[in-house]
Structure formats: structure tokens, C-alpha cells
């Protein structure tokens, strides 16, 4: 058994985390640690599963993080309680349930530097509020720049960042070497690294426990989080919705609030309502348990890949979405496989890992990949989609922003940029590459 | 990896493909007479359809012409390939 540092460079020493090797005392003296052994107890009980009542204020349509958050901010910010988060799987079970947990808020736009800036502050605080933890550890993000192009719209968005109070700076490969010494910087690779961008703050979360985190405090305060109840339609009376139809009976509403991602197409086609949406797969995988290797988070956008390490050890790694339209959560191999080469060519080390899961999520993309958040033209209806590979980050931010614009039936300031009617305006929000996203 | 027939060339890989969206979404006839709102609808709304789905594929890497399919967007299977000046055919 070999001796290695905690962030070794060397492939040979990305060894699984087996039991003999815990026992064998490695890591230079630091006591052997049981992946997840450091991972929080759940308490018995997280929330209650009561049957839905005949009427409601608000009704949620979505209990991922999103709808979750929504609620919570409608109790803690407005002081609306009688909500229901309706859930047609299990609670937080979709793209919450397996997501990169990549949280971060270095976009180029003012409006989205806005929103998502708003949402890291919130995790920043965010343990404290829920009384629950969700180790979010603010581990940093490297966008990777390959080419001359990458470096110069990097560097324009360094500026835009810093401008807009966003942590931001420009490294160079000897400086991305300190902050992650498993990156190949040699210049002898197809895409070179030719520096990166650096958010400090930037971080991760275990997503389960946000989502749990959420569903807690929300129930203590009286929202009924109503599970395997599948909305199959409205109650429409002119420009209001007075109902919503579910396999669980028919729930009054003063307001909707759809929160669905994925789904919100199939939920506005009932509505006769065409949202600019397409639902695409997007797949992401993690290896098995290995010791720690990697300290922080990279990203680069011209290999169509994202890694960071778990707390528990896997590396997660996220793809591009596939190409075609789908609602299978499920993806193609071969964007797997391209995926993997790349990584495999930015982290030598990562070569002898394994494959422990791989899983797709439904995502929802926007023309010009910036949510959709806001009015729709039903009086009573609001519309929250448009996150597509996104949205995890937003999860407070948003909750935060939609609850006001729910209470108030006005679209808070954060949210205005992103109404459903941009794309009749022309006043789009630009994030295609502006972003860092590998989209 | 998924097969798909194209029209001309018969079955390839996945991989030899691109996709193009909704298909049957004819370029308006009087562009200049459409609403800023019609012009939107035209230009960024899609059917986002859960189930069987009408849409367009470019055989790239083979004889680089496009065609029509109708795929489920669930399952991922393709029911039919079709010609572009073909109707969209009756599948199960």
C-alpha cells in the first residue's frame, strides 16, 4: 500500500477507499476515515405526510428545491402559511434528489450576477435558517480557459463579475496549479489550460439535505408537503385558476405557483399555456469512494465537463445535456464516453477510477438559457422554469425571489429581467457561454 | 448505442446524427404581416411534447440531408423515419 498525499498528482494513488486501506493508516498519520462517517444523523422525523385539505392560499406545484424553497420564503418573508407543495413522485426526488450540487454566481449578465449572487449569500446563511445542516462547503470554482477566445471572454467576465460585487479573478496555469494540482497543465494536451477564472465562494452542498433542510422547516410551520399527488389539471374560470385537479382529488387555490422544471411543459399544456421550453436530458455520473484528490471545483466549458469530489469521496462529474428532447431520465453513452475522455485528459489521475452510478435528469431549457421566472397570463398563475442545467445554485435565491413575487403579485426586482414575455420584446438574457455553463 | 434509419443511407449510429427539433414548423407565409407576438411564437415556442414527438434529424456524417421522425420522448424509441415532403405517418 502506498503512501500519498491528501492532493496527490500521482494516478497510482487514486486508490479506492477499501477497508484494509483505511486500516492501513494512511494520509500521513491523519486517522482513517469511514467514507460518510462524518456525515450528520437524521433526526427520526422530517416532516408529516397529511392528506391534502379542500383549499389552499398558495398551491405549489413541484416539491423539488425550488417549490420547497418557495414555501419557506412564503412563511419566513410573508408570513403565508395556509401552502400546500404538491409532489407527484416523492419528495425532492428529481433533479434534487441527483444533481453536481455546483453552486456558484460568476455569470456575465447583470441580471443573472444579480440573482444568483442573492442565492450564494443565502447558502452562505442558509444552514443557520433551516437549523439543519447541509455542508456547504465553499470550496471554490475554476472556469478553465483552452483557447485564446476562452481567455478573453473569460477575462471580460472577471471584469463583469468584480463589477457587479461578485468574487472573481483571473489565475494563470501556474496559479491553477496551486489551487488544483490534478489539473494537467502541460501544453502538450488538445485543449491546453491557459489559465482560468476563480470564484472563491463558489461551493457545494449535499443536495438531499437541502431539500430535507427546506421540507423540515416548512412543515414545522404548517405546510402540507403533499406527496404522490400528480396534478392532471386546472379549474379554470376566465383569467383564474380556482383548482387544481389531482390523482389525490381536487385542491381549491387562491394562487398557483408553478415550481416543475422538467414537467413544466406537460403542467402549461393543460393550462393551453405555450411556455418557450424544451425538456432535455442531462446526464451526470460519480466514481466510487475514493480519498481525497481534488479540492475544489473545475469546469470547463469546451470539454463539456464539471468535477468536483463528494464528501463522502466520489467524484462527481456532469455532462452536457443530449441533444435530443426527453423526459426519460436517462441519457445516451457515448455523451457519457466524450464526457469521460475529457476528463480523463484534464485529470490523468481520475484514469483508474470507476465508474460507481451514472443517472439523467430532466432539465429545461430556455433559447436563451436564462430561467423563466414570473406572470403568466392567468391572473393567479405564476411561472418559475427555465433553469435548465442550472438550477440547484438558484434554490434559495430563487424560493426567495418567487415567494415575494407570489405575496406581493408583483415581480420582485430580481425576477423582472426574466418574464415569459422577453421573448416577445427582444429583451433577451444572453447566458449561452456567457455563463461558464457547459450547456 | 440507438439506431436510427435514415430515409436514404438505412440504419446508422446515433453518433452520425444531429438533431433539429420540432419538425412541420413551416416558415411563416407573410413574415412581414405577424405581431411581435406571433413572430415570437414562431421564432422560440416549441411543442415540448411527453410522449410521441415529430421532429427533425440531419444524417451528418452520412449523406448530410434532413429528415423527419417520430420519436418518443420517454422511451427514446423511434417509430418512424420519414422524407421531409413526406406526411408525418400514422404510428402506434
Not at chain 1, 472563491?200 to 412543515?219: E, L, N, Q, S, T
Not at chain 1, 444572453?430 to 450547456?439: C, F, K, P, R, T
Not at chain 2, 420540432?22 to 416549441?46: I, K, M, N
Amino acid at each position: 500500500m502506498t503512501t500519498v498525499d491528501a492532493f496527490s498528482t500521482d494516478p497510482a494513488d487514486a486508490v479506492p477507499h477499501t477497508p484494509a486501506a483505511a486500516a492501513a493508516g494512511r494520509l500521513n498519520g491523519t486517522p482513517p476515515r469511514t467514507p460518510g462517517a462524518d456525515l450528520p444523523e437524521h433526526p427520526d422525523a422530517l416532516w408529516k405526510n397529511p392528506e391534502p385539505k379542500k383549499a389552499y392560499d398558495v398551491v405549489i406545484v413541484g416539491g423539488g428545491g425550488h417549490g420547497l424553497a418557495t414555501a419557506h420564503y412564503l412563511v419566513k418573508n410573508h408570513g403565508i402559511t395556509n401552502v400546500a407543495v404538491l409532489e407527484k413522485g416523492w419528495l425532492a426526488g428529481g433533479n434534487m434528489a441527483r444533481n453536481t450540487t455546483l453552486i456558484r454566481s460568476n455569470y456575465l449578465w447583470d441580471e443573472s450576477a444579480a440573482i444568483y449572487e442573492h442565492s450564494l449569500k443565502l447558502w452562505e446563511g442558509l444552514e443557520e435558517d433551516l437549523g439543519y445542516p447541509i455542508l456547504f462547503s465553499q470550496r471554490g470554482v475554476l472556469n478553465l480557459a483552452h483557447t485564446l477566445q476562452d481567455v478573453r471572454d473569460s477575462v471580460r467576465r472577471v471584469e463583469a463579475n468584480v463589477l457587479n460585487g461578485v468574487d472573481a479573478e483571473w489565475i494563470e496555469p501556474d496559479e491553477v496549479r496551486k489551487i488544483c494540482p490534478i489539473v494537467n497543465t502541460s501544453s502538450d494536451i488538445r485543449y491546453p489550460v491557459l489559465g482560468a477564472t476563480y470564484q472563491p465562494r463558489a461551493g457545494i452542498a449535499k443536495h438531499d439535505y437541502v431539500g430535507w433542510g427546506f421540507a423540515r422547516r416548512i412543515d414545522e410551520a404548517g405546510v402540507d408537503i403533499i406527496q404522490n399527488c400528480e396534478v392532471t389539471g386546472f379549474v379554470r374560470d376566465g383569467n383564474r385558476v380556482t383548482g387544481v385537479r389531482t390523482t389525490r382529488g381536487d385542491i381549491a387555490c387562491g394562487t398557483v405557483a408553478l415550481a416543475a422544471a422538467g414537467s413544466t411543459s406537460v403542467l402549461t399544456d393543460m393550462l393551453g399555456l405555450r411556455v418557450p421550453i424544451q425538456s432535455h436530458p442531462l446526464q451526470a455520473l460519480v466514481s466510487e469512494l475514493l480519498e481525497p484528490v481534488h479540492p475544489t471545483i473545475v469546469m470547463s466549458n469546451a470539454v463539456h465537463v464539471y468535477v468536483s469530489q463528494a464528501h463522502k469521496g466520489e467524484l462527481v462529474m456532469g455532462a452536457g445535456v443530449d441533444a435530443y428532447n426527453g423526459y426519460g431520465q436517462r441519457g445516451a453513452f457515448h455523451i457519457i464516453e466524450r464526457q469521460m475522455a475529457a476528463a480523463v485528459e484534464l485529470f490523468p489521475v481520475f484514469a483508474r477510477a470507476h465508474l460507481l452510478r451514472t443517472w439523467g435528469g430532466i432539465v429545461d431549457t430556455t433559447p436563451d438559457a436564462s430561467p423563466i421566472v414570473g406572470r403568466t397570463p392567468y391572473d393567479n398563475v405564476f411561472l418559475n422554469c427555465g433553469w435548465g442545467t442550472g438550477g440547484f445554485k438558484a434554490t434559495p435565491g430563487l424560493g426567495w425571489v418567487f415567494a415575494d413575487t407570489i405575496a406581493n403579485d408583483e415581480p420582485h426586482p430580481y425576477a423582472a429581467p426574466f418574464s415569459l414575455d422577453r421573448f416577445v420584446t427582444g429583451r433577451l438574457v444572453d447566458e449561452h457561454g456567457a455563463a461558464a455553463v457547459a450547456h | 448505442m440507438q439506431m436510427i434509419k435514415c430515409p436514404w443511407c438505412g440504419p446508422r449510429e446515433e453518433v452520425e446524427y444531429h438533431y433539429g427539433g420540432q419538425a412541420h414548423v413551416a416558415y411563416p407565409a407573410e413574415p412581414a404581416a405577424l405581431s411581435d407576438e406571433e413572430w415570437a411564437h414562431y421564432l422560440f415556442f416549441r411543442d415540448n411534447t411527453r410522449g410521441l414527438f415529430a421532429e427533425r434529424w440531419v444524417h451528418t456524417a452520412g449523406c448530410r440531408r434532413w429528415f423527419n421522425a417520430v420519436r418518443d420522448t420517454v422511451t427514446y424509441r423511434f417509430h418512424a423515419t420519414y422524407r421531409p415532403d413526406e406526411p408525418r405517418p400514422v404510428t402506434a
